[in-house]
């Protein structure tokens, strides 16, 4: 089973501000990774596929990069309604599926 | 546009039984596989099934097979999640997902189980 690792588990910042968020995996995943946002009592949304591609409807100011074992998720301006819990997930080697345990993204 | 809608959570005793449905529609049902995910209250995210476009192919989570069983109408263009022996800790909202990592998710339904 592939172990995510995700880094750090909070993130305090401000809007305007540019977030990194890290997403180690146990081996390679090559670039079958997807990040989610979650806000409470909402279901996951999708952001990023494939380490790189922004789904549908996904602002620009989220871009995901990495191959392999590391892979980051950056929102180079946070906007209020960026403050959530982000997490990632493997699709190269399954099952089972996985995701990691999530950043938090709060309000500084 | 693309929609999954579950339902059927609701409260249930240890040991019980109860059926989730995800009514999908916007797009061809049976080009898709489909997956259940859950989320137990203030917890992460766990993967707990996968079943292929046709059906023939199902897979579960460790902590769920031989209590789980999951199905596709293609007529109705429905998921099922039958939950069998169900167990304290399988309280959480339950999401049914498109294509898991690409696609689209349900809003969830919420199971719990409770004496």
């Known amino acids: 089973e592939i172990v995510l690792t995700q880094s750090p588990a909070t993130l305090s910042l401000s809007p305007g501000e540019r977030a990194t968020l890290s997403c180690r995996a146990s081996r390679s995943v090559s ?16 952001l990023i596929y494939d380490a790189s591609n922004r789904a549908t409807g996904i602002p620009a100011r989220f871009s995901g990069s990495g191959s392999g074992t590391d892979f980051t998720l950056t929102i ?12 990632c997930q ?11 345990p999530g950043t938090k993204v709060d309000i500084k | 546009e693309v ?5 059927g959570g609701t409260l249930v005793q240890p040991g019980g039984s109860l059926r989730l449905s995800c009514a999908a529609s916007g797009f ?7 997956n259940w995910v859950r989320q137990a209250p203030g917890k992460g995210l766990e993967w707990v099934s996968y079943i292929s476009n046709s059906g023939d ?19 109705r263009s429905t998921l099922y ?4 022996s ?10 049914c997902a498109r294509r898991l990592g690409v696609g689209n998710w349900g809003q969830g339904t919420l199971v719990t189980v409770s004496s």
Not at chain 1, 92 to 97: E, K, Y
Not at chain 2, 3 to 7: H, I, T
């Open chain 2, 86 to 95: 169900l167990r304290v800790e399988d309280t959480a909202v339950y999401y």
């Open chain 2, 57 to 75: 192919t199902i897979y579960y989570a460790d902590s769920v097979k031989g209590r789980f069983t999951t199905s596709r109408d293609s007529a």
């Open chain 1, 31 to 46: 670039s079958y990774l997807a990040w989610y946002q979650q806000k409470p009592g909402q279901a996951p949304r999708l």
């Open chain 2, 81 to 84: 999640l039958q939950m069998n």
């Open chain 2, 3 to 7: 929609q999954l809608v579950e339902s």
């Open chain 1, 76 to 87: 180079s301006s946070l906007e209020p309604e960026d403050f959530a819990i982000y997490y």
């Open chain 2, 28 to 34: 061809t049902f049976t080009s898709y596989d489909m």
């Open chain 1, 90 to 100: 493997q699709r190269s080697n399954w099952p089972p599926f996985t995701f990691g």
